[in-house]
């Protein structure tokens, strides 16, 4: 899968403009984040004409092979939201490629969404 991956901005003490404008979700595959220590904090903007849901991937398997259910956010248009902490071992994939990112994904138009993702 060719997903959009969000680059991380390191906030300091002068800090950042809020404009989530920057990384648009890939079409047809969504969107992806690093993800190191759960210090990663996101910000997702719904720039279309109806509601997203946001669907992020959890691949943790628990003892018996139980499976955390993907927690999912709705954002009406033109709503805003600030997400984080996200426990690496719950969220992030395991293996492969992408090892370390965090995968999301929209049930609308993915161009409409955009995320901006912050550091410590």
């Known amino acids: ?28 595959d969504g969107a992806m984040f690093t993800n190191v220590d759960a210090q990663t904090v996101l910000v997702l903007q719904n720039d279309g004409a109806g509601t997203h849901v946001i669907t992020f991937t959890t691949p943790f398997l628990a003892a018996g092979g139980l499976t955390v259910e993907n927690p999912t956010v709705t954002l009406l248009t033109g709503e805003k939201h600030i997400l984080g902490n996200f426990d ?11 090892v370390g990112k965090i995968y999301m994904d929209s049930d609308g138009v993915q161009s409409e969404m955009k995320a901006k993702v912050y550091r410590p």
């Open 88 to 98: 690496p071992v719950v969220y992030n994939q395991p293996s492969g490629a992408d």
């Open 1 to 28: 899968m060719a997903r959009a991956n969000v680059p991380f901005t390191q906030i300091d003490h002068l800090g950042d403009d809020i404009d989530v404008g920057e990384t648009a979700f890939d079409e047809p």
